[in-house]
């Protein structure tokens, strides 16, 4: 029996999936999931729109594992995957206007309000621990 394209892709990104959820980011698969958590969310929440690009691979996802050990953390982890849900990735994105959707990007909110936003082009260029430092930073004014 063969494989469909859609079982495919799910195998071929459940490691992706698993590098954020095994370290407690929560996935939001469903636009409705979304408007259950990121509205209400007390207190900070991160919320990384995952890809399969490379600078997913190689900067945002190590970058954003990384910022996790800082003493200042998000309250709440939530992750989107661009391309995979795609109703719930256009369900986040709403929150973080005036941003156009990218992917990878990193939204940090505060009792439901972007309050601090990477974008993709400031993902592509940079190293993880660059984007650790900025996420550190971001924790250090808005989880405290």
């Known amino acids: 029996m063969s494989m469909s394209f859609e079982q495919y892709m799910r195998d071929m990104v459940q490691p992706m999936r698993d590098e954020l959820t ?3 980011f929560i996935e939001l ?3 409705e999931e979304v408007e259950e958590q990121l509205p209400t969310a ?3 929440a991160l919320v990384v729109v995952n890809s399969v690009c490379g600078c997913a691979a190689g900067q945002c996802r190590p970058g954003v594992r990384q910022s996790l050990e800082a003493d200042a953390a998000p309250d709440h982890l939530f992750t989107v995957f661009a391309g995979q849900d795609k109703e719930a990735t256009a369900k986040a994105r709403e929150y973080f206007a005036p941003y156009p959707p ?3 990007s990193i939204a940090l909110m505060k009792d439901g309000e972007l309050v601090y936003f990477i974008e993709r082009h400031s993902v592509e260029n940079r190293s993880a621990e660059e984007i650790a430092a900025d996420l550190t930073a971001a924790y250090e004014r808005f989880c405290k």
């Open 22 to 24: 095994k370290v407690g």
């Open 29 to 31: 698969r469903t636009a």
């Open 42 to 44: 007390k207190g900070t």
């Open 102 to 104: 990218s992917s990878p």
